[in-house]
C-alpha cells in the first residue's frame, strides 16, 4: 500500500471518528435537555402532591374533630343516663389530639379532668324526691326559724300536697318555696333545665340547703352542654370552611 493511500485511509478514520464524537455530543445534549425537563415535570407533580396531601390531612383531622364533638354532643345532650365513660373518652381525646388549637384547648381546660355528669332525667326524678322535704320546711327561710315554723311548714304541706296548680307569688302573700318548686318543676316538664334551675335558686332558707346539691349537679349538666355546643359549632364551622 502506497503512502497516499495509508494517508487517505488516516484522513478518512479521523473523519468517521470526529463525526462520531459529535453524534455522541447532540445525543448527550438532547439527554440532559429532556432530563431537565422531565425533572421539572417532576418537581411540579410532587409539589401538587405535596399540596393534595396537606389539604387531605386537614380534611381528615377536622371530620375527626366533628366526629369527637358530635359524640360528646350526644353523650352529654341525652336525657337518658349520661355514658361516663363514652363522655370522658370523647373529652379526653379532645386534650390530647387538638393540642394546638387554642379554643379547643380553653374550652376543654374548662371541663373537669374527671367528667361526671347526671342525666336530665336523673335530675328531673330526683326534684319530684326533693319536693316533698322541701315542703316540709317550706316556712323555714332563715336561720332563726324554730319549731312553731317546722309544724306550720308540715301542716301546709300537706293541705297542699296534690294542689298542682299553686300559682301564688311571693310578693301576693304565696309561700316562696312552694311557688318556686312548682315553677321548677312545670320548666323540668318542658325540658328547660336552665330555667329550672334559676327557680331553684330563689329559694331560701332550709328549702335552699335541701336543693344545694340538686343545684350543683345542674349546673354542671349546663356548663359541660355549654361547653358540647361550642365545641360542635367550632367543628363545623372548620368542616365548611
Not at 191 to 214: E, F, H, T
Request: charged fraction near 25%; include cysteine.
Amino acid at each position: 500500500m502506497t503512502e497516499a493511500a495509508e494517508k487517505q485511509i488516516r484522513d478518512l478514520n479521523s473523519f468517521w471518528s470526529d463525526e462520531a464524537a459529535l453524534r455522541e455530543s447532540v445525543v448527550e445534549v438532547e439527554y440532559q435537555c429532556k432530563l431537565e425537563k422531565t425533572n421539572a415535570l417532576l418537581s411540579g407533580v410532587s409539589g401538587m402532591l405535596d399540596v393534595q396531601s396537606e389539604r387531605y390531612q386537614t380534611l381528615l383531622y377536622n371530620q375527626k374533630l366533628l366526629n369527637l364533638t358530635t359524640a360528646l354532643f350526644d353523650a352529654i345532650n341525652t336525657s337518658e343516663n349520661v355514658d361516663a365513660t363514652r363522655l370522658q373518652a370523647s373529652v379526653d381525646l379532645l386534650r390530647t389530639e387538638y393540642t394546638s388549637d387554642p379554643l379547643i384547648s380553653a374550652v376543654t381546660a374548662s371541663i373537669p379532668s374527671s367528667v361526671h355528669c347526671s342525666s336530665f332525667t336523673i335530675l328531673r326524678d330526683r326534684l319530684m324526691e326533693l319536693d316533698g322535704e322541701c315542703r316540709k320546711v317550706a316556712l323555714m327561710t332563715s336561720e332563726d326559724c324554730g319549731i312553731g315554723s317546722s309544724i306550720l311548714s308540715r301542716a301546709m304541706s300537706a293541705l297542699t300536697l296534690h294542689d298542682d296548680t299553686y300559682d301564688t307569688a311571693p310578693e301576693e302573700g304565696g309561700s316562696t318555696t312552694l311557688y318556686y318548686l312548682k315553677k321548677a318543676e312545670k320548666e323540668m316538664k318542658d325540658n328547660n333545665l336552665d330555667s329550672a334551675s334559676r327557680y331553684l335558686n330563689q329559694l331560701v332558707g332550709k328549702p335552699r340547703s335541701i336543693v344545694m346539691d340538686w343545684l350543683k349537679d345542674a349546673r354542671a349538666l349546663l356548663e359541660m352542654r355549654q361547653s358540647a355546643s361550642v365545641l360542635l359549632n367550632y367543628a363545623k364551622s372548620k368542616n365548611n370552611s
